[in-house]
């Protein structure tokens, strides 16, 4: 196979990219389908609230998040899942002809005791990254980390026990699937042909943590945290060369964030 590569890439890797592999053509096409499926998706949903009645409830807290109750947070998370899964099918429907390579040549393969090993040391350096960082930041600067929005909509659903359960199954498994599929297998992908690991795991990471703030779920040095975390995922994904184990890191840390949220608290913030 012809090696078309830019950078060095490293022999943890499946192979050096062939010839054509992230084109910027094709992948100018996939970035143009996202933001179709967003924009389609944005319009139905406004359509369906205006009809539904639902649209001064989504507009009440659209500039504040925290104050957003369990009924619009799981109307709106059914909406992003839907959107995602979209996106997520456009993204592996595409991806082969992008990269020149099968989806379990770029990640999607068996899962072994090594992929695991990877998975729970990156599910490790990010609980050590965003919550014992953010406490000892918070414990240095009280003002500096703010209540994420997520800790005060779990709040008013407690005593909800399908709430807090579709909340949990969210977080923990549908988030993490769609998150790793779009800034680790697209994202890092795309950027590592051209610009090598490093600069693939920044862009991945800065992208991964300025989305959650700019949807206002998160203050500036928090989503600084999520942003280094999210380059651990890139380096969990990079070594174990499989992306069931990126997704995994991302889950069991939201698994460890919701529990607390439901058991401690205090300790999540909240």
């Not at 099918?89 to 899962?111: K, N, Q, T, V, Y």
Request: a neutral charge.
């Amino acid at each position: 196979m012809e090696n078309d590569s830019t950078s060095t890439i490293s022999p943890h890797w499946p192979t050096r990219w062939p010839k054509g592999s992230f084109s910027p053509g094709w992948v100018i096409l996939l970035l143009c389908v996202i933001a179709g499926l967003l924009f389609v998706s944005l319009v139905v949903f406004g359509m369906w609230a205006a009809v539904s009645g639902e649209y001064r409830a989504f507009a009440t807290t659209a500039n504040n998040p925290a104050a957003m109750s369990p009924h619009v947070f799981v109307l709106l998370s059914l909406f992003q899942v839907g959107a995602e899964a979209l996106i997520v099918a456009a993204i592996l429907a595409l991806l082969p002809h992008i990269s020149r390579f099968s989806l379990r040549d770029i990640g999607f393969r068996a899962i072994n005791g090594s992929v695991l090993g990877y998975a729970v040391l990156g599910a490790v350096a990010m609980i050590l990254i965003a919550d014992v960082g953010g406490s000892i930041i918070q414990h240095i600067d009280p003002n500096s980390v703010k209540p994420q929005a997520v800790e005060k909509i779990f709040e008013h659903m407690r005593n909800h026990p399908g709430d807090e359960l579709f909340f949990a199954v969210f977080a923990i498994v549908l988030q993490p699937i769609a998150e790793e599929t779009i800034f680790r297998v697209f994202v890092f992908n795309a950027v590592l042909r051209y610009a090598g690991v490093r600069i693939a795991a920044l862009v991945s990471g800065v992208a991964f943590g300025a989305t959650h703030w700019a949807l206002g779920g998160t203050d500036a040095v928090s989503a600084g945290l999520l942003a280094v975390s999210g380059m651990v995922l890139c380096w969990v994904y990079y070594r174990s060369r499989n992306a069931y184990a990126s997704m995994i890191s991302h889950g069991l840390f939201n698994a460890l964030s919701t529990a607390l949220l439901y058991f401690a608290p205090k300790l999540a913030g909240g």
